[in-house]
């Protein structure tokens, strides 16, 4: 019985060597930078922000002159994706433009990234780590809605 085990392991194996010869090779990674690094890219004027926070979380406080298109919806159900994610950025940006693109915490964002980058070309993407939270901790100016006592 061991002889046939030991066949059966190999036949196994060499069949799945044979197929990762025909697997396409993996999507480009999406480049990550911290938010000093994202910052000084913003302001060099070389690069715009989008945010894909929620249109509630963006109300709440964002960077300035950033762009929101939400990723995902958060609804009665659960998180939703965003079906005209795409569409809806590439109605603001061309494939060419330098995007660095944030959420509340990275995760998001880097979920954009790869679908910008695959499913539209988008070339120069670039997932803010640690997203908009890190981003204020590291006390990076953000505008946020009037209070009550500013109006």
Not at 32 to 38: D, L, R, S
Not at 68 to 83: C, D, I
Not at 93 to 114: M, T
């Amino acid at each position: 019985m061991r002889p046939a085990i030991a066949l059966t392991i190999c036949a196994l194996s060499a069949l799945l060597v044979a197929a990762r010869g025909s697997e396409k090779p993996p999507a480009a990674a999406v480049a990550a930078v911290g938010v000093a690094a994202a910052g000084d890219l913003l302001r060099s004027g070389g690069h715009r922000y989008l945010d894909v926070r929620t249109e509630k979380e963006f109300r709440n406080g964002h960077v300035a002159d950033s762009l929101n298109v939400p990723y995902h919806f958060f609804t009665s159900q659960g998180k939703e994706k965003n079906p005209k994610f795409i569409e809806q950025v590439a109605a603001h940006f061309d494939k060419q433009d330098n995007i660095v693109v944030g959420c509340k915490s990275g995760v998001r964002s880097e979920l954009a990234c790869f679908d910008l980058m695959a499913a539209q070309g988008f070339e120069n993407v670039k997932n803010i780590e640690g997203g908009y939270d890190a981003w204020v901790e590291n006390g990076f100016a953000v505008k946020k809605p009037q209070t009550q006592d500013e109006l």
